[in-house]
């Protein structure tokens, strides 16, 4: 299932989640990179692939995806070049500050492999761009790479930021990272806050314009730790479905809602109306953009606290928060 058109589903089913800066140029092939600073301890990185080891710190990162983008971004880091997500505003993804020179990698069937490996990267990470192992083989052949992990689990972008800490030398300045973009959530869930969400359940889900809903099924991915940071659990039916199935992302029908919020992948709002039972639902429908979905839907240190100012004044209406 595609990562960046999950939508969102709160309560008994909520349904809840680069174009920016860069140069388009690459005619020639940047230098090689100078000599790196070798790390005291070796960062080994196990993904879906095995495990890659580095051994210096890298001078030259490519990006492959939005999370990876968004962690080197907060940890300081300007990566030399990076994936663009075409679905978002031209403007460029609204959380996000990119270098000017970096270069851009467009979205395609396809990771350009060569392109990549031009530029004479030093580390190449992805979260989920690298699909197939024999793409993996191929940059990894030339260049350290990190690949997602298994089961195609959004990663936690807690676990990101770590990661980077250890290849940068700088664990501190990752811990602050992370409690800098966790502080808003934990007040937000705080009791004074949204008591009312915990214990309540919530599902994220996409809905594919023509074919069905399908939701994630797996407590650990990722994208669902925004929502367990409120108490809330995904919805049982859900969990118990992707048991016996044993998928991570399983099709379902429309569930009863309190707060149901879509991303519609090959469609408009319009074609909700196509949803059996969707006009009978009960609560709150809102429809979201594909920033908003995407910065749930992919997590980020950058991408919460925008996640959690847009998605505010629903949770305070599945909450029952007066005068929401």
Same mark, same amino acid.
């Given at each position: 299932m595609s990562r960046t058109v999950l939508a969102l589903v709160a309560t008994v089913l909520v349904a809840g989640a680069a174009a920016a800066c860069g140069? =388009?140029? =690459?005619?020639?092939? @940047?230098?090689?990179?100078?000599? /790196?600073?070798?790390?005291? /301890?070796?960062?080994? #990185?196990?993904?879906? %692939?095995?495990?890659?080891?580095?051994?210096?710190? @890298?001078?030259?990162?490519?990006? $492959?995806? $939005?999370?990876?983008?968004? #962690? *080197? $971004?907060?940890?300081? #880091?300007?990566?030399?070049? %990076?994936?663009? =997500?075409? !679905? *978002? @505003?031209?403007? !460029?993804?609204?959380?996000?500050? $990119?270098p000017a020179d970096a270069t851009k990698i467009p979205a395609t069937d396809g990771l350009p492999v060569e392109k990549i490996l031009a530029m004479h990267p030093d580390l190449v990470v992805a979260a989920y761009a690298i699909r197939d192992e024999e793409t993996y083989k191929l940059l990894s052949a030339g260049v350290p790479t990190i690949a997602g992990p298994p089961n195609d689990q959004v990663p936690a972008w807690q676990d990101l930021t770590r990661t980077t800490g250890k290849i940068f030398n700088d664990t501190a300045k990752a811990d602050q990272v992370i409690s800098a973009a966790d502080a808003p959530v934990a007040a937000a869930a705080a009791a004074k806050e949204l008591p009312q969400l915990k214990g309540k359940s919530f599902t994220l889900a996409q809905y594919i314009v023509g074919d069905a809903m399908y939701v994630v099924g797996d407590p650990n991915d990722g994208s669902s730790r925004f929502f367990e940071q409120f108490g809330m659990k995904i919805y049982q039916p859900v969990l118990d479905e992707a048991k016996r199935t044993g998928t991570t992302r399983v099709k379902v029908s429309t569930e009863r809602a309190d707060l149901l919020a879509f991303l519609i992948n090959g469609g408009d709002a319009s074609d909700l109306n196509d949803v059996p039972g969707f006009d009978q639902l009960p609560g709150t429908v809102a429809v979201l953009d594909y920033a908003t979905i995407s910065s749930l839907n992919t997590p980020s240190p950058l991408s919460i606290p925008y996640a959690l100012d847009r998605l505010r004044p629903y949770l305070d209406k599945a909450a029952g928060k007066v005068g929401a």
């Open positions: 140069s =388009d140029s =690459d005619d020639k092939a @940047p230098a090689a990179p100078a000599a /790196t600073q070798t790390l005291s /301890t070796p960062v080994a #990185v196990r993904h879906a %692939y095995g495990s890659t080891t580095i051994k210096t710190v @890298p001078k030259r990162i490519v990006t $492959l995806d $939005l999370q990876w983008t968004d #962690v *080197m $971004l907060a940890m300081g #880091v300007k990566p030399i070049a %990076y994936a663009v =997500d075409p !679905g *978002m @505003p031209a403007a !460029g993804v609204p959380w996000e500050k $990119l």
